[in-house]
């Protein structure tokens, strides 16, 4: 009687973790784990202080462990008649948690990812993906391949920020 029941339990278990790898599977529209695009063109808030400094990025999307991250990579810079340090700056680096993947209505994938921490540092990072290589509606300019939004806002409620970047495809 109870090797039946245990069986009976096991089968259950086996049946709702295949639905539920195929439920995942089929909502997700990337096959790969981690996929990678370089960023070309950046439109930084102006209150992040790096509008004209920002000089390349890296966009990378981690399906294993589900994080969405964006490094932006500023070159020196000193303005003129001011004593500088001659130091590179470290990258800022946004990273996220990615709560949801979806086509739209052209075929391109949505990819959102967020992080509140405004309880512990004050900042709330979002960030939204565009993969546009698989877009089949008609547009009056050429899409980037990759578009990618950073909003941040604080804990004080001041006025948050908003960056756009574009790049290369997403590469696994």
Known sequence: ?????????????????????????????????????????????????????????????????NIATVQLFSG??????????????????????????KKDQCGGTLTVARRDDRPRDGLAVQIEITDNTTNNCRTFMALPPTQVVVKTATLRGGAGTRSVMTGEALRD
């Open 1 to 65: 009687m109870f090797k039946k029941t245990f069986e009976l339990a096991l089968i259950s278990v086996a049946l709702v973790a295949a639905w539920v790898g195929v439920a995942t599977a089929a909502e997700r529209p990337y096959a790969r784990a981690i996929y990678n695009a370089e960023l070309t063109r950046f439109q930084m808030d102006r209150n992040l202080e790096l509008d004209g400094t920002v000089h390349k990025g890296r966009l990378q999307l981690d399906l294993v462990r």
């Open 76 to 101: 020196f810079y000193c303005p003129p008649g001011r004593i500088c340090a001659q130091v590179m700056p470290e990258p800022r680096v946004y990273s996220a948690r990615i709560v949801s993947m």
